[in-house]
């Protein structure tokens, strides 16, 4: 089954970056230090959530419920698809198309 969307592949990263820049600036930092070879003079410190922060594990859940089922099987059987969707999301080379659900 494909998910019928007018996703663009890589139509997440623009997003993802805009975020990063607006909240931390981790990824123009990683970037800087990539070009020039040295690490930044000040480093922000990160805040993190706990692991089982509810509104992440709520849009995970919602993520995963999303996918659509075709027949019986084990849940983790969506893992790899959420992932590949993930990176075509993203623009990564290696998912070029949208990935197709393995019934």
Known sequence: MVLKSTFEHGWLLSKLLKLDDEYQGRWEQWRWTMETGELPK?????EFLDLGHPQVLQMLSSCLQSIPTGGCG????????????????LGHPSIAKLPHEKV
């Open 74 to 89: 084990s849940p983790s059987r969506f893992i790899p698809y959420f992932t590949d969707w993930l990176l075509y999301a």
């Open 42 to 46: 000040e480093i922000p410190q990160t």
